[in-house]
């Protein structure tokens, strides 16, 4: 029984075999090599959807519960939390082990065997340089790979199998720079004639959920409300109204637990003291049909939109007939240039760390959907202007590379 490679990623994720000496995407969809990893619950039918299937429930406006991002609480408190999803009490620990499942019955069904087996993909970071939590997130997803029926569990770093999947001349220093939707991860390694060696690892907790969320709010949000003025309840003047829940309501993975009785009746109050009603009216009706991630999902398709050069807009119709929000590659560069920054500063640090100086770098293989963005591979080329850029397909890179790793796990 060969050892499966899994690529559970924050928005994708990917399955893959050996097939003969290559590595071979098993389409979890029919001629599809990565599953969004998102889930809906059916309110109606009670059947749970994956991936693109969930994505059109949602988009299509079924009732339901639709979740996604959820790599992003492992490791926290709410993973454990009791919560009612598509009518039944659970945990989205118990969520992840079911999208984890979807993707082991997946396979075995294109193979016709089972497979217990698995060597997946981690994050160098989970979530933060604090040790004790990014332990505690490594253990629970290996906690929801047995509950999804996985009795053989290995973790490879996500960056280290880009660099396996993209070999290595001798003697030649590489640096993978993978972003993705939820983390940054770097790899230096160096091509020794037929393996490579891994000089140095390391993560950053942001990725492409975090410049919808920085979009979204600077977009979006503010013609919900955000930033705008309330008058004062008792005595004069106006004050800026919270931003707590417009930042929730912009991060995809919390986005699902605000649709609570407490936000709507905050924002009830707030509409009667705000001196613009008419966004608040938005807001509650967002609220009240549980439009956050439908809105979420316009902001990431302009952003991807943009990115290509020609102008995009977020469409908004439905929360209002006709609002839509243009957003240019310039709003790009203005809203995720930081980000872009703090991702290039990563990589010459991953490489300093390696002991190299940036002259010895030869090339640059960029991985994960956020590396396509222009900010991103910019800042990170200013910085390291000597190396060749390498593309390698951004999506299935990394779950190439734990296939070739897998199988080694095999032979030995
Ligand atoms: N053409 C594009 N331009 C910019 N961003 C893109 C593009 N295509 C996809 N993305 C973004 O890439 C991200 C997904 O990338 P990817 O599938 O590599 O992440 P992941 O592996 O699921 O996440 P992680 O590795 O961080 O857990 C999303 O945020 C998506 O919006
Ligand atoms: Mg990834």
Same mark, same amino acid.
């Given at each position: 029984m060969p050892r499966l490679a899994v690529?559970? #990623? !924050? &928005?994708n994720t990917a399955a893959a075999l050996m097939a003969g000496n290559r590595p071979w995407p098993v389409p979890l969809e029919p001629g599809e090599a990565t599953l969004p990893t998102a889930l809906f619950f059916d309110s109606h039918t009670g059947a749970v959807l994956f991936g693109r299937r969930a994505v059109a429930a949602l988009i299509e406006g079924r009732e339901g519960r639709f979740l996604r %991002?959820?790599?992003? =609480?492992? #490791? !926290?408190p709410l993973l454990r939390e009791q919560r009612m999803i598509g009518g039944a009490r659970t945990t989205l620990l118990e969520v992840v082990a079911r999208f984890l499942t979807h993707v082991r019955t997946g396979a075995e069904a294109q193979v016709r065997m089972p497979l217990t087996a698995v060597l997946s993909g981690r994050p =160098?970071?989970?979530?933060?340089?604090d040790e004790a939590e990014n332990a505690q997130a490594a253990r629970d997803l290996e906690e929801a790979y047995r509950m999804a029926g996985f009795t053989d569990i290995a973790f490879m770093a996500e960056p280290e199998a880009a660099a396996l999947a993209s070999g290595g001349a001798a003697r030649d220093f590489g640096l993978v720079v993978d972003i993705g939707g939820g983390t940054s991860d770097f790899t230096v390694f160096r091509g020794t004639g037929e393996a490579i060696e891994i000089v140095a690892s390391q993560g950053l907790k942001l990725g492409g959920t975090d410049f919808d969320r920085a979009l979204n709010i600077d977009r979006v949000m503010p013609l919900l409300g955000l930033g705008s003025q309330l008058r004062r309840e008792f005595g004069p003047g106006t004050t800026e109204a919270p931003r707590a829940l417009f930042n929730d309501l912009a991060t995809w993975e919390r986005i699902?637990? *605000?649709? !609570?009785p407490e936000n709507r009746r905050a924002v009830a109050q707030m509409a009667r003291l705000a001196e613009q009603p008419s966004l608040w009216a938005r807001l509650a009706d967002v609220l009240e049909l549980e439009l956050a991630h439908d809105i979420a999902h316009a902001v990431e398709g302009a952003k991807i939109a943009a990115n290509t050069g020609a102008g995009a807009a977020i469409g908004l119709t439905m929360v209002e007939r006709g609002l839509t929000v243009p957003l240019t590659s310039r709003d790009l560069g203005r809203v995720l240039g930081g980000f872009a920054e703090d991702i290039a500063a990563a990589a010459v640090e991953t490489v300093s760390q390696a002991g190299?100086?940036? *002259? %010895?770098?030869t090339r640059i293989v960029m991985v994960g959907g &956020?590396?396509?963005l222009g900010p991103v591979e910019d800042a990170v080329r200013a910085r390291l202007p000597g190396a060749v850029l390498d593309r390698s397909d951004p999506f299935t890179a990394i779950v190439d590379g734990l296939a070739i790793a897998a199988a080694r796990m095999d032979a030995a």
């Open positions: 690529d559970f #990623g !924050t &928005s %991002a959820l790599k992003s =609480v492992l #490791g !926290t =160098v970071i989970f979530r933060s340089r699902p637990f *605000q649709y !609570t190299l100086p940036p *002259q %010895a770098l &956020s590396s396509l």
